[in-house]
């Protein structure tokens, strides 16, 4: 029986974004929580804050999840910076952020069967996410923990140009992995989409958001391609 699922969603999103990816992944079998956030919930994470009020909510949704279907593990899926906010609830390390007085610490990473992560930037040149990124990239570079399965998700839609159409990605890619002539899903480039050791896949045609018109992660014709590596 497929293990139950829980999706994090991406940077200033709210859980009814998710609300078609939920539904496709339970129509396949797997009891499936999208974490209850509001986009009002991460104003307090702005500047380079601590993650930390977003990924409590996290580790409750998942042992909400874990409590109902009577398992032991689930499979984790962190769109965007859901994914490297994942990456800190895994891990064993005390995470205290710029201003915090009280370290916290989850060690989830028994609980979770495979991570996957869409579209997320897990590098930044960016001043106000480096902190955190550098964070978990000291601590847990790459697939750090053998007993999970990383699965990370790229997107090869738009290559950044400094022209019409393109400028948008340009500049977020250079910001991102410090390059803006690269391939991505508009928002993130493939290179930093990807982490060493990990399952690493590339879709073509995918964009970066589920606002974005068209294509997504989570629509059927990209699930198609990434649901498979799910437990």
């Keep these: 029986m497929p ?13 009814i974004a998710y609300h078609q990816l939920q539904q496709s992944l ?10 209850p956030l509001r986009r009002r919930d991460w104003i307090v994470t702005l500047g380079g804050r601590p993650v930390t009020p977003i990924v409590r909510l996290l580790d409750r949704t998942v042992k909400q999840v874990l409590q109902q279907s009577n398992a032991s593990q689930i499979n984790l899926i962190g769109h965007s910076a859901g994914g490297w906010i994942s990456r800190i ?12 007085l009280q370290a916290s610490l989850w060690q989830a990473h028994s609980l979770v069967a495979t991570l ?4 997320t ?9 480096r902190w955190n990124l550098d ?28 022209r019409r159409g393109s400028w948008l990605a340009y500049s977020s890619y250079q910001l991102t992995c410090g390059k803006g002539n690269t391939w991505g ?42 649901v498979k590596y799910l437990v």
Aim: net charge negative; with cysteine; aromatic share 12%.
């Design 116 to 119: 996957m992560t869409l579209g």
């Design 135 to 162: 964070f978990v990239n000291n601590n847990y570079p790459g697939a750090f923990y053998q007993n999970v399965r990383y699965v990370c998700v790229a997107g090869k839609t738009i290559f950044g140009e400094k």
């Design 26 to 35: 339970q129509q396949m079998g797997f009891p499936t929580l999208t974490v």
């Design 3 to 15: 293990l139950p699922t829980v999706i994090l969603p991406g940077y200033l999103e709210s859980a």
């Design 185 to 226: 899903d508009g928002i993130t480039p493939i290179e930093a989409a990807h982490l060493e050791g990990a399952e690493n896949i590339v879709i073509e045609g995918v964009k970066h958001s589920p606002r974005s018109p068209g294509v997504w992660y989570g629509s059927p014709e990209a699930l198609k391609v990434w």
């Design 121 to 129: 930037p897990h590098m930044s040149q960016e001043r106000w996410t």
């Design 89 to 100: 609830y895994l891990g064993d390390k005390p995470y205290l952020g710029r201003g915090e």
